[in-house]
């Protein structure tokens, strides 16, 4: 097919129509997550959930593993240790128990 004004025309017109539909896919996209992170914390997370509020901030990954790596938590493909949970990152520092729990969730949740 020829280039020509038209043509070109058209796939503009496709694609100013195709983003609302992008748009639309990002915030369902968006929401699920939100939905995932704001679940039932406590039946995935079990006791350690608990122990996160206790626990004095900062703190880091190396302590968390220290103190709680036996924990056990409900993951995609059964239950895993925090340790093993933990495994893939660096130590990082947490400033509160809802850090905590946001990476531990985005960790499972791949």
Do not use: C, F, W
């Amino acid at each position: 097919m020829p280039d020509d004004k038209r043509s070109r025309d058209d796939n503009t017109d496709d694609e100013q129509r195709q983003q609302p539909e992008r748009e639309v896919e990002e915030v369902r996209d968006r929401a699920r997550e939100d939905r995932a992170m704001s679940g039932d914390l406590g039946g995935r997370l079990g006791d350690l959930d608990d122990v996160l509020d206790a626990h004095s901030y900062p703190t880091s990954t190396n302590e968390l593993v220290e103190a709680y790596g036996d924990y056990e938590i409900e993951t995609q493909g059964g239950t895993e240790s925090l340790e093993e949970v933990l495994a893939p990152t660096n130590d990082q520092t947490y400033d509160s128990a809802d850090d905590v729990r946001s990476r531990i969730l985005g960790l499972i949740h791949r």
